[in-house]
């Protein structure tokens, strides 16, 4: 225990260091964990690490889909629902015929059960690499907005795939309608269980008198609840995290202080970045094990199978999104559509940002080793398979991503103010509405409160400054200038005014506790003037 105890403490430190690589390198942190794991697990004498299947989709899996659902803008969600919907279930199917029918005609002894149950193993992109990569470039909101709002779908049906898949392989007997009918019962229970456990956290926040660290915890507690709930009764628990968290988040504002919204962030930012992390760190460590179990089959024939999967299911992915923008321009003929004209060049992305992970592996971890007595048909094969596809997609994909990006040129088509003037007006809006506040319901006290009268005028000051700063006809070059010198100077202040706190806090007249309650001011105000001009 103690021994294991270390091992896990050391990776956790090698994650970190790994990360601070991708950094330095400007890659994406998934694609360095992955091969930083791949690795450490060559060192000879290391200990082999075995993911267990129930870990990944019980511990990990609940939170990142919650996390992800509350990051989830429900504004662009619903704008591109249609999107989302036609390749959160229909890519999924049709990806999965399509390696099924592979798959069978290409490896030996494969039947097209198995090429369905792998299809749907290896079907559902990861999308925290894709907006790791896409996070530092210039691209279309609408792109990123897609791709999570796919992912928080996808990963529900295809593993919805895979549960029928399984059952046609162990049965050895698969009846259309009554699996058609089933998949809509595990989706619409999925989600209507999902939303029912959302209803009485919801209640638990709105009406009874929780704190910041209480409302933390339950926002922990909530997708463990939501999950569990739904796989007791053999409904997707996926799609009720999904749900659940998406009708939560979507309420944050009106059931949660503003205290426990920033005490939230911070410590599901950490949370999630360390999940993440993990999970893909493990995907590189498992390779021995993976290749351990493949027994008499040849890894030679096997990495084969794996590359030749591996392009099957990216081109798969880019026509599938290709055929997509062909279809709305067809169909917008006779709806209303978001986008009538999407082009070739986002949706060609969209394809190419289809990296394989987390889901996938335990996916296919999760094949039982043995059924009726006997061993488990190619598990081993699919379990290599699945890996080859994760490393060729997250590597090759991801590296060449953000070239493909700056070569293709993808403009912003939906917002026509840029994120500077976006920023510039909202901060008008708001000094303005506050000054029309105070003047037509608290003209009275302004003119009896001096820090009423005070605080009208820094916020005068701050309008004014706002309306010249827009209507500025500087450069990009000189602007970046001028905000980059402001802020320098500000952090100056402000690394000051923390020096000046902590000689005050060495003097015996001054409580420790009221200089930690400024020092945290001060990082408040230093994350703002760093959030305004990011």
């Known amino acids: 225990m103690h021994a294991t105890f270390i091992l896990y403490l050391s990776l956790l430190l090698v994650l970190l260091l790994l990360v601070m690589l991708a950094q330095r390198l400007k890659i994406s942190y998934p694609i360095v964990l992955v091969l930083g794991g791949l690795a450490i697990s060559m060192i000879p004498g290391l200990p082999p690490v075995a993911i267990d299947p129930d870990l990944i989709f019980l511990i990990f899996l609940p939170p990142l889909l919650y996390d992800a659902a509350w990051n989830t803008s429900w504004k662009e969600f619903w704008k591109w629902r249609r999107v989302i919907s036609s390749f959160a279930f229909l890519i999924i199917l049709i990806t999965s015929c399509v390696i099924a029918v592979f798959s069978s005609s290409v490896i030996p002894g494969f039947t097209l059960a198995l090429g369905f149950l792998l299809g749907g193993i290896i079907s559902p992109p990861d999308a925290v690499s894709a907006t790791s990569i896409m996070r530092g470039l210039d691209v279309p909101k609408r792109l990123v907005s897609i791709i999570e709002g796919e992912s928080l779908m996808n990963d529900a049906s295809s593993l919805i795939v895979y549960r029928f898949a399984l059952t046609a392989v162990t049965t050895g007997t698969f009846v259309f309608h009554e699996a058609a009918t089933s998949f809509v019962v595990v989706i619409v229970m999925g989600t209507i269980t999902g939303l ?24 922990f507690a909530a997708p463990y609840a939501m999950y569990i709930a739904a796989e007791h009764f053999h409904y997707s628990g996926v799609l009720a995290v999904v749900s659940g968290g998406l009708f939560i988040s979507s309420r944050q504002q009106s059931i949660l202080s503003h205290l426990s919204r920033l005490q939230g962030v911070n410590v599901w930012a950490t949370v999630g970045f360390v999940l993440n992390g993990t999970v893909f760190m493990l995907i590189g460590l498992e390779l021995p094990v993976i290749i351990k179990e493949l027994g008499e089959s040849s890894v030679t024939d096997a990495i084969l199978y794996g590359l030749l999967i591996s392009v099957v299911v990216i081109v798969t992915r880019i026509l599938c999104a ?17 986008d009538n004209s999407p ?19 335990a996916a296919a971890l999760s094949i039982p080793i043995a059924v009726n007595g006997q061993a488990f048909p190619q598990r081993n094969m699919i379990l290599f398979i699945t890996f080859v596809v994760i490393l060729v997609t997250l590597v090759f ?116 506790e009221l200089v930690r309650k400024h020092l945290a001011l001060l990082d408040l105000a230093e994350e703002k003037i760093t959030r305004q001009y990011q």
């Open 196 to 219: 029912a456990v959302a209803l009485v956290f919801y209640a638990i926040h709105r009406w009874l008198p929780t704190t910041a660290s209480m409302d933390t915890v339950l926002t």
């Open 343 to 361: 082009g070739w060049k986002m949706p060609f992305v969209f394809g190419w940002a289809g990296m394989r992970g987390v889901v996938s592996l």
């Open 397 to 512: 994909q991801g590296l060449t991503l953000p070239w493909l990006i700056r070569k293709l040129k993808l403009e912003e088509r939906d917002y026509m103010m840029s994120d500077v003037e976006q920023e510039t007006l909202i901060r008008k809006k708001l000094s303005y509405t506050a000054l029309q506040v105070l003047d037509e319901k608290y003209k009275i006290d302004v003119e009896e409160n001096a820090l009423l009268r005070q605080l009208r005028a820094t916020l005068e000051n701050e309008y004014e400054f706002l309306q010249l700063y827009a209507a500025s006809h500087a450069t990009d070059v000189n602007r970046k200038e001028a905000i980059h010198r402001y802020s320098t100077v500000f952090n100056a202040l402000i690394s000051e005014q923390r020096n000046m706190l902590k000689k005050i806090n060495r003097k015996e007249e001054f409580s420790e």
């Open 322 to 338: 290709l055929g997509s923008s062909v279809f709305t321009v067809f169909i917008s003929r006779f709806i209303r559509t978001a």
